[in-house]
């Protein structure tokens, strides 16, 4: 038997978000395609719920900690776990810890969970080292920078990289791509006017990009820029950037969301 025989695939588990789950299972399929396409063994673990981040900002230690014991339980058997997703990512690599700083019988449990923690692409490009996809879509896009996956996780150049790959691809950027679209989880409920007024600036960088398509790697990013697009009366497609890499943009693009 060979070396290369003997050796076995990386476990991933791979933690889908809420709203992956409930509003756009194709990032899921896709994320599992893009995590095997890499060369490694993904897992699904159905038990899985919310990562905790809403009750988290909202200070609710509590249910946020309950919630994190479930995760950690959940997936922590893995050799690494991955989200398509840079907020949930965050809050799993770096919030969790402070959830359980000072305890004896969790905090380096914690620890030794949150180091196996990425978000999607960046595990793409920086663990696995895929230098690219096979993907191929004629046309233009350009990309978005969800606050989360940039400020906490340092993504920005790793979902640009991969999508040069995709064979008749064009990656126009936009300006300020790296500014905040207005979501911001329960941000865009308690302050909807300046909510409103944010993302209204990032679609009109978006329509002045010209691209076809407008691609992010946050589903609650990608629901609120769609909503305003559509409101607005725009074309423009809004994908997550893991549908695009992996070849799934048959099904409609996503659906906005909001007032």
Same mark, same amino acid.
């Given at each position: 038997?060979?070396?290369?025989?003997?050796?076995?695939?990386?476990?991933?588990?791979?933690?889908?978000?809420?709203?992956v789950?409930?509003?756009r299972?194709?990032v899921?399929?896709?994320?599992?395609?893009?995590?095997?396409?890499a060369?490694?063994?993904?897992?699904?673990?159905m038990?899985?719920?919310c990562?905790g981040?809403?009750?988290?900002?909202?200070?609710?230690?509590?249910?946020?900690?309950d919630?994190?014991?479930?995760?950690?339980?959940?997936?922590e058997?893995f050799?690494?776990v991955?989200?398509?997703?840079?907020?949930?990512?965050a809050m799993?690599?770096?919030?969790?810890?402070?959830l359980?700083?000072?305890?004896?019988?969790?905090?380096e449990r914690?620890?030794r969970?949150?180091d196996?923690?990425h978000?999607?692409? =960046?595990?793409? +490009?920086d663990?696995?080292f895929v230098? @690219?996809?096979?993907a191929? &879509? %004629? *046309?233009?896009?350009t990309?978005?920078?969800?606050?989360s996956?940039l400020?906490?996780?340092?993504?920005q150049?790793?979902?640009?990289?991969?999508l040069?790959?995709?064979?008749?691809?064009?990656?126009?950027?936009?300006?300020g791509?790296?500014v905040?679209?207005g979501?911001?989880?329960?941000?865009?409920?308690k302050?909807?006017?300046?909510?409103?007024?944010?993302v =209204?600036k990032k +679609?009109?960088?978006?329509?002045?990009? @010209?691209?076809?398509?407008? &691609? %992010? *790697?946050?589903?609650g990013?990608?629901?609120?820029?769609a909503?305003?697009l559509?409101?607005?009366?725009?074309?423009?497609e809004?994908r997550?950037?893991?549908e695009?890499?992996?070849g799934?943009?048959a099904k409609?693009p996503?659906?906005?969301?909001?007032?």
């Amino acid at each position: 038997m060979t070396t290369a025989q003997t050796m076995t695939k990386p476990k991933v588990g791979l933690f889908a978000t809420c709203l992956v789950d409930l509003f756009r299972p194709t990032v899921g399929f896709a994320a599992a395609q893009l995590i095997e396409d890499a060369g490694c063994e993904v897992h699904v673990p159905m038990a899985q719920t919310c990562c905790g981040q809403p009750a988290y900002n909202s200070g609710d230690r509590k249910d946020s900690r309950d919630l994190a014991v479930q995760v950690i339980e959940l997936f922590e058997a893995f050799d690494y776990v991955v989200a398509p997703s840079g907020s949930c990512a965050a809050m799993l690599k770096k919030h969790y810890p402070e959830l359980f700083k000072g305890d004896a019988q969790w905090e380096e449990r914690c620890r030794r969970f949150s180091d196996k923690v990425h978000e999607l692409v =960046s595990f793409l +490009t920086d663990v696995m080292f895929v230098p @690219g996809v096979s993907a191929k &879509l %004629a *046309g233009t896009v350009t990309y978005h920078d969800s606050c989360s996956g940039l400020r906490e996780l340092g993504v920005q150049t790793q979902p640009r990289k991969l999508l040069a790959s995709v064979e008749g691809l064009e990656v126009r950027e936009m300006d300020g791509s790296d500014v905040c679209c207005g979501f911001g989880g329960t941000f865009c409920v308690k302050y909807a006017d300046i909510s409103n007024a944010i993302v =209204s600036k990032k +679609t009109k960088a978006i329509v002045e990009t @010209g691209a076809d398509m407008m &691609l %992010a *790697g946050d589903m609650g990013c990608l629901m609120n820029m769609a909503g305003k697009l559509k409101r607005e009366g725009s074309a423009i497609e809004v994908r997550h950037v893991a549908e695009v890499l992996a070849g799934m943009t048959a099904k409609a693009p996503i659906a906005g969301s909001g007032k």
